[in-house]
């Protein structure tokens, strides 16, 4: 049976690799050396991509690119959005125009959360956590689905008329009107980039967790029948959530939120699953197991930036028998010393942010 | 079976009086002296309605009620538009606000026409010959579907989460993406002139020929899930083509447009279906038969507003056995005298009609 991923629903994806048969995602292995620089793709955590050769030409020959991404402003920043934030913060410092679509018609449409709670998430989270991270201005362009040009609705309309709704339930299943829209949104998000007036027709760039792989077959294959360039995506993993699972910003035990307070930070990180034995003779024995650790996960994605020092981490745990708490220790020191630099940070950038706001006209 | 009005599709009613059982259409008659002015009321073009008795409260309190039409920029202006043109000034002097919208996202979805000729025949066809015909710019709002205010872009997207598939399946059978798109549109239409920052919660009314009641229904229904006003609707007669059928403006031979050249009218109308006997000596025997007859309909609608007068034609007719070809004399005195007259008012109107452009937004 043909696996079908859901944007909308949850995505449990026990086997990535399997992404490469079923859907034609590429390995990423290939570009690993190139961008060695980036440890999300250097730890294979951005595993796959469709079409990217053409934004390596476009980097490689210093051409135009865009990179196009959305957020669904819904709960607080978690380090699952840090990822996302980090690829932006990549490509922007590779050249790329940066559109960041603020997706709150379809938060409405899909999750009932109205235009004002959307607005303020979207500018007190996510932007402001965006620049705290290291965004610029500079090629910067956010913009709201529901407040943008008309350009962008008459454009999003017309795509109506390039799929049937056939098309559509092959590649979503039970569609509703309120899904239909949202379909074609994400379709003129990612491809009006290229219009006259916005960035024109340069290849363009995606990075979406393999959920969203859906959204990028339908807009290639629109993108083919309106002679627009077909956008590039790169695919990566999914934080496990601090208790295993879904790391999700609608649950706050699964994560933890870039503004949260170092109480409850450490409260979270010291309760988290680890990949520990049950008794500390075994772990002494055995070794614990950091694959399915979320204290070793959080390190490897974001706090460790050397190579070896988390394979010093990786042993210490697996032949050494460092206990989960030690490790925990060393693990909080890390993001204490994050969290405190990064709200410091925050406040600093929160500025810039209303520029942010003020330039959300293409 | 019950009957299913498709507002995209060729429509032939037999029995207007149908409607009124199955749709819930309720008759006009009980307006008729109340507005026996209009000479569409008083003959019967104008048939039916929703919940015009709001309408007839607002007029009699002198309260603001909006009136909106949506107009399909596709071929020539003729008499079938003139009948709508009429309603619309008809309103404008009992005191309502006039929505006019270009639906050029529907004729571009449904029927493949480029925004730019949309635009152009909006212009040079419809609002030229509304002007000409009597309509002001006094409380006159007219707008593009593709190019209007954010504001409606944001309601129409938020409406599609106020119907299900299954119901617009059960209005409108088989659907399309671009369908769904332009079924919200047409709420969206007629609804958000009830919204802050345009007229705000008035009554409406939408004069429609009777296939245009699937929206209506429709929207009735979504006005009520949102807390708004259900818009009130009156229905109209189709006129029937030149050769019997249905007047089209695709058709050339259906129609005599407005702006038709004089020996262009003549003709046609020399060779309009008539309600005539197949011989002289029939026709002096049994007398025409009016009631089938275009020329006659031609002169019901619109060249003869004298009731007595019109009373003399259609007894002449049936009793004295007038011919045809007199007859079309006698009608054909009538329409070259308006077209002439009207074409004049054409070239007269058309610095109002730049105006009317510049008035775009709400």
């Known amino acids: 049976m043909t696996q079908r991923l859901d944007p909308w629903g949850q995505v449990k994806i026990e086997d990535y690799r399997k992404l490469f048969d079923e859907f034609g995602i590429e390995s990423f292995e290939k570009f690993k050396n190139r961008f060695s620089e980036n440890r999300y793709v250097r730890r294979g ?10 934004i390596v030409s476009a980097i490689d020959s210093k051409k135009p690119y865009v ?17 996302v934030a980090e690829q932006m913060i990549w490509h922007q410092k590779l050249g790329a125009e940066i559109y960041v679509c603020v997706a709150d018609m379809e938060s409405y449409l899909m999750r009932g959360i109205s235009f004002e709670d959307a607005r303020k998430i979207a500018v007190d989270e ?41 098309e559509l339930k092959a590649i979503y299943g039970e569609l509703t009107p309120s899904k239909i829209f949202s379909v074609f949104t ?22 979406v967790g393999p959920d969203q792989d859906p959204h990028i077959r339908l807009t290639r294959d629109i993108a083919s029948k309106l ?25 706050p035990k699964s994560h933890i939120a870039l503004t949260e307070d170092l109480p409850s930070a450490k409260k979270k990180l010291m309760g988290a699953k680890t990949g520990g034995r ?30 070896k020092e988390l394979l010093g981490i990786h042993d ?12 925990k220790k060393v693990c909080w020191e890390k993001l ?8 410091v940070r925050r406040q600093n950038g929160k500025k810039a942010v209303e520029n942010l706001i003020r330039i959300i006209q293409p």
């Open 45 to 54: 955590i951005v595993f796959g991509h469709r079409d990217f050769d053409k």
């Open 67 to 83: 990179m196009i991404t959305g957020l669904m402003p819904s709960g607080k920043f978690h380090f699952g959005h840090k990822m």
């Open 126 to 166: 996510y932007l402001t956590n965006y620049i705290a991270l290291g965004l610029t201005e500079k090629n910067l362009h956010v913009y709201f689905q529901s407040d943008y040009v008309v350009a962008y609705y008459r454009f999003r309309d017309s795509l109506s008329g390039k799929a049937t709704l056939n």
């Open 186 to 207: 994400q379709v003129a998000d990612i491809l009006h980039v290229q219009l006259g007036g916005f960035s024109g027709k340069v290849p363009t760039v995606v990075p």
């Open 227 to 251: 002679d627009l360039i077909q956008p590039s995506s790169t695919y990566h993993k999914f934080m496990t959530g601090l208790q295993g699972g879904k790391m999700s910003s609608s649950d």
């Open 278 to 307: 049950a008794t500390a003779e075994e772990q002494k024995k055995l070794g614990g197991v950091p694959e399915e650790c979320a204290v070793y996960e959080l390190m490897v994605y974001h706090l460790v930036e050397d190579d």
């Open 316 to 327: 210490s745990c697996t032949s050494e028998g460092l206990s989960c708490g030690e490790c």
């Open 336 to 343: 204490e010393k994050f969290l405190t630099e990064h709200q």
